[in-house]
């Protein structure tokens, strides 16, 4: 019944099943040695084989639970034991059939008591020999196992061996006839004897509460000090750890009180002196640094519950301690950095449910967002629903599920912060498992990369720019490196009529029209030579994919593209400009031919016009000196007016010729040295006669210091006089035209036309240089002229290098100076 | 009393007749030619006191006539006035001629001048 209330401990079960085959060995045998027939001592020795087969199984399975090797005992290792005793059964029931176990079985009545005497057959002998092996087996444990027994439990022990050994000896006994009683089988008598001393160890010595042996190694080999006090607080126990601490030998500290062994704890452990349960931490210094320990103080109960010692356990935990303080610096310097960079940092806990629960959000949210901490550790859903950017949340959502599926994941998304401000951040979660968990956690940063997509952006659109440029401007760019084209624009394939596709299969050389191929060599030899001199750009004919020759302009500059050297062309087509440009060309020579033309006319017209011009004023003059008889007044007048006329137009003839020579560019200036007295001389032989016919007074005058030739051209300097003389003329009715030459400085020379006439009205005097202009004072009809005079006069003078003057009073005349370089002009000339 | 001749190298017949009656009025022998070759034959065979002297002629252009009335020691007494419509090519002869005049050239200028010409001696 002990046993059975123990059954749950180690062997108990084990123990029951052996008692009980025990007893049934017994009493089968008992019953057969009071059988007096023999068939009825047959019968009860059949029975006493339920035992005898069962005893051998269950004492090795005995011992091998006792000796904590239950993990052999599995129910297949069970059942395979149990086969050699099933049969033994089975052949002991039917043995009159075959006689394997007792092949003769007599009645002894030699003995005291009427015996089986019983002549053993073949199956016998391998049951004996399988029980013996399987006993042998289970004693040979308990031997082995009682030998390791500690003092404490030596009596257990000795009745356990007792008990292990006892049946053997009455087996053998008995199986070899050597019993002093004949035909006496001790072997259930023994057996009897070990359940007894077994029954005893259970009863006196708790024989199942062997067990705490194994929990004295345990408490041995522990590292915690484990003392154990009586209620005097005197030691009746300490494992090795403990007397480590004290510093005493387990026998020299056993019977000490807890005061005097622990001496140096003394002050320690005064304040625990009354206490019976208590726990504390202490730290104790010593030479190499302070030690933490963990004190536990309990009660010791006996089984009715009554004080019976008590128990100190002693716990080193200075690793601990260590490890504890290294892991609140180490969190310190994590928390540091964390505040100390600008990235927002986060730890979210996704629960193998799915739940998701933020285990820290660093204070920089704050910072970032524009948010107050508290924001985001309240709500799980503000980060998601209020800061990340409406046109974001979804991908950001998508970030989250793969959170949800243990997938690290890192994306860009935009966030509004509390201010309005839109910035950009990169969300970057690394999942890592949670240690004997089954959900994970995400470590996540979150960066402000708001400058690095502005910039993005800025290249972008920069980039975009410079693509929409090359491809909409109209000339054709390429870049050319090792043989082949690496880009064109799509002039380059309006321009050359191949595709983009096309081009870059080509190379620049197949496009060089072939007169020029030689040119483009040069050109490319000059730039190897000297590479920074390339020429900025030349012009260059090529051939179109459908072979129509265009002229380009070509601008080449050397660049490095995509660490490869290349050549960036600009190509333009000038077809249309070289066409002009020839098309000038012949217009120019056209005109030249003209111009020669025109100057062969005027000297033709000249000619033609000056001829007949001649006749007329001859015979008109002949007819005035009476040469073809005496004239009437009257035919007087008339002759005075054709010759009149005639004036009028040869002045007319040689200032449109004039105008004509000075606009064309082409007068000439000849200039020489002539003398001043000869072109007054001539002036005054051709302008003579007109003054004479209006009664005025015509003079010249050259002054002293006028030197006998002076340079200049004489042609066209009587055409100016001419002009002058012929103007002061026309204007004066009454009075005098006074011509003089005169040198006013040391470099000058000057012609002077000074007249009495109707002078020039001070607004006019601008305008009477320009042609077909006249004052608007002189008297329309009256005076008549080609309106060209003053105008060549003024160009023919600038040419000259000299200088018109004119000084006027309207009423009282005015007075022209034309002043010219005595040398300059023919100098500049040479 | 023989007077001093003049020749009038003209091709224009109108002109030609003009010149000679201006010549004749100065008190000149004229004598009208209208032709270069008849020109330079007239002038290798006589020595004229002033020569008017047009410079587009047939055959035998006026300039090449002054030239050879300054290449002859003969007529180094010979005054030769140009009486051309081409005022540029007058220029350039302007120091080999005694005078040049531009057509139209006034009667009784040519007269005039002319008169001056006249030999001192024979005044």
């Known amino acids: 019944m002990y046993a059975w209330q123990r059954q749950s401990v180690p062997g108990a079960a084990s123990f029951i099943v052996l008692v009980l085959a025990i007893a049934g060995w017994c009493l089968g045998y008992s019953l057969e040695i009071l059988s007096i027939g023999l068939s009825a001592k047959i019968f009860w020795g059949k029975v006493q084989y339920f035992g005898i087969t069962t005893l051998p199984v269950a004492w090795l399975t005995f011992a091998l639970q006792y000796t904590r090797r239950e993990s052999w005992l599995t129910r297949r290792n069970l059942l395979l034991l149990a086969i050699i005793p099933l049969i ?148 009746v126990d300490l494992n090795p750890a403990a007397q480590r601490l004290i510093g005493y030998p387990g026998s020299d500290a056993i019977g000490r009180t807890g005061t005097q062994a622990l001496s140096s704890w003394a002050e320690l452990l005064s304040q625990f002196r009354d206490q019976r349960e208590a726990r504390t931490e202490l730290v104790k210094y010593e030479p190499d640094g302070p030690r933490h320990f963990e004190v536990q103080i309990s009660s010791l109960l006996d089984q009715q519950e009554k004080p019976t010692g008590s128990l100190i356990v002693v716990r080193d935990i200075t690793g601990r301690k260590e490890a504890e303080q290294a892991l609140r610096d180490s969190e310190k310097r994590f928390r ?13 806990e996704f629960a193998a449910n799915g739940h998701q629960s933020n285990l820290y959000i660093s204070p920089n949210v704050a910072t970032l967002t524009g948010y107050p901490l508290e924001k985001f550790t309240g709500d799980w859903n503000f980060w998601p629903t209020v800061v990340i950017h409406p046109d974001d949340r979804a991908s950001a959502a998508k970030q989250v599920e793969r959170f949800a599926q243990g997938k690290n994941s890192e994306t860009e998304y935009r966030m509004t912060r509390a201010d309005g401000e839109v910035i950009w951040v990169r969300d970057s979660g690394t999942v890592e498992k949670e240690a004997g968990g089954q959900g994970w956690v995400v470590y996540g ?200 006329s005639t004036g009028q137009l040869l002045d007319f003839i040689n200032n449109l010729l004039s105008q004509a020579e ?81 040198c006013p400085n040391a470099h000058h020379w000057a012609i002077v036309v000074a007249d009495t006439g109707c002078g020039i009205p001070q607004e006019a005097l601008p305008y009477i240089f320009e042609s077909f202009e006249r004052a608007s004072g002189a008297a329309p009809g009256v005076h008549v002229g080609s309106g060209l005079g003053l105008s060549i006069v003024k160009n023919l003078v600038y040419l000259m290098g000299g200088h018109v003057n004119v000084d006027s009073d309207v009423g009282q005349g005015s007075t022209f100076t034309i002043l010219l370089p005595l040398a300059s002009v023919r100098e500049k000339q040479a | 009393m023989t007077l001093p001749l003049a020749l009038i190298i003209e091709d224009d017949p109108k002109l030609a007749h003009i010149f000679g009656e201006a010549l004749r009025a100065a008190e000149f022998e004229a004598e009208i030619i209208s032709d270069g070759h008849v020109a330079a034959d007239r002038l290798a065979a006589t020595i004229p006191a002033v020569v008017v002297l047009d410079l587009h002629l047939p055959e035998v252009s006026g300039e090449a006539i002054l030239h050879q009335i300054r290449a002859d020691e003969r007529l180094e007494g010979t005054s030769v006035m140009i009486a051309t419509a081409d005022p540029h090519l007058a220029e350039t002869l302007r120091n080999q001629a005694d005078l040049v005049l531009i057509k139209p050239i006034s009667f009784g200028q040519l007269r005039d001048l002319a008169k001056r010409l006249r030999p001192v001696d024979q005044s």
């Open chain 1, 445 to 644: 940063v979150v960066s402000d990369i708001t400058e690095r997509k502005r910039a993005e952006q800025a290249l972008l659109t920069s980039e975009a720019k410079f693509r929409t440029l090359a491809e909409t401007i109209s000339s054709g760019i390429f870049i050319h490196a090792g043989q082949e084209f690496k880009y064109v624009n799509s002039a380059a394939e309006t321009l050359t009529g191949y595709s983009q596709a096309e081009l870059m299969t080509l190379k620049f050389w197949d496009l060089v029209h072939p007169e020029f191929k030689a040119l483009v060599k040069e050109r490319a030899l000059a730039r190897l030579a000297d590479p920074n001199q390339p020429p900025p750009h030349y012009e260059l004919k090529m051939v179109r994919k459908e072979g129509q020759t265009r002229w380009v302009d070509l601008t080449t500059s050397v660049i490095d593209f995509e660490g490869q050297t290349a050549v960036l062309g600009t190509v333009f087509d000038i077809t249309a400009r070289k066409q002009t440009e020839e098309a000038l060309s012949v217009a120019l020579e056209q005109a030249q031919e003209a111009s020669q033309l025109k100057t062969q006319l005027l000297a033709n017209v000249s000619h033609d016009l000056r001829t007949p011009l001649n006749a007329i004023l001859g015979y008109t003059e002949m007819l005035q000196e009476g040469l073809y008889g005496p004239l009437s007044s009257r035919q007087e007048a008339a002759t005075a007016e054709i010759i009149d």
């Open chain 1, 88 to 235: 033994t059964v089975l052949l002991v029931w039917t043995n009159g059939i075959h006689g394997l176990v007792w092949s003769e079985v007599t009645l002894d009545r030699s003995g005291p008591f009427p015996a089986m005497s019983v002549h053993y057959g073949l199956w016998f002998w391998v049951h004996l020999v399988y029980s013996y092996m399987l006993l042998l087996l289970g004693t040979l444990m308990l031997i082995r196992m009682v030998i390791t027994f500690p003092d404490l439990y030596r009596w257990q022990a000795i009745l356990l061996l007792f008990g292990a050994i006892a049946p053997w000896i009455g087996n053998i006994i008995y199986v070899f006839g050597l019993t002093p009683v004949p035909n006496l089988d001790f072997t259930p008598l023994v057996f009897s004897l070990s359940g007894v001393t077994i029954g005893l160890n259970l009863f006196r010595f708790g024989f199942f509460d062997i067990v705490p042996v194994a929990r004295r190694a345990i408490v041995d080999s522990m590292s915690d000090a484990v003392i154990v006090l009586d209620l005097q607080n005197r030691i």
């Open chain 1, 336 to 348: 540091q950095v964390v505040s100390s960079i600008s990235d927002h940092i986060y730890m979210t």
């Open chain 1, 662 to 742: 000075l606009e064309s560019g082409r007068v000439k200036l000849n200039i020489v040295d002539f003398s001043p007295a000869a072109l007054l001389e001539t002036m005054h032989s051709a302008a003579g006669t007109m003054a004479r016919a209006k009664g005025l007074t015509l003079t010249t005058e050259i002054a002293d210091n006028v030197p006998p030739t002076v340079p200049g051209d004489p042609y066209w300097l009587r055409q100016i006089l001419a002009n002058l003389v012929n103007n002061a003329l026309k204007f004066t009715d009454r009075g005098r035209v006074d011509v003089s030459i005169r």
